[in-house]
């Protein structure tokens, strides 16, 4: 049973910095790309960025510069770094999956789905 479990969510001020980390397991997930989608409060759910399985990554235009996704293989884990956080930041992040190697920012290209986690960035 594939499981992507959420971590390190939390409530943060203007200007803050988080570290979210996604640990997956059933399988191995070295080969697939990997994504973060967000979803604030009566809105949709948004792409965040995503990073592929030789490392490629791609950012919504909204985070570039401030969030970092990154992969370590061996532990079948990815984290996104977000840096200098802004109220409009405050939502749930969702940890994804896909069965394929290339990157989307389409939510229905990615099977596997965390529970998500809360971030909270108050102004």
């Known amino acids: 049973q594939v499981q992507l479990v959420e971590s390190g969510g939390g409530l943060v001020q203007a200007g803050g910095s988080l570290r979210l980390s996604c640990a997956a397991s059933?399988?191995?997930?070295?080969?697939?790309?990997m994504g973060w989608f967000r979803q604030a409060p009566g809105k949709e759910r948004e792409f965040v960025t995503a990073?592929?399985?030789?490392?490629?990554?791609v950012y919504v235009d909204s985070v570039r510069g401030r969030f970092t996704i990154s992969r370590d293989n061996a532990k079948n884990t990815v984290s996104l770094e977000m840096n200098d956080l802004k109220p409009e930041d405050t939502a749930v992040y969702y940890c994804?999956?896909?069965?394929?190697?290339?990157?989307?920012?389409?939510?229905?290209?990615?099977?596997?789905w965390g529970q998500g986690t809360q971030v909270t960035v108050s102004s």
């Open positions: 994804t999956s896909r069965t394929s190697s290339s990157i989307s920012s389409r939510a229905e290209s990615y099977p596997y």
């Open positions: 059933g399988r191995t997930f070295g080969s697939y790309a």
């Open positions: 990073i592929s399985g030789s490392g490629a990554t």
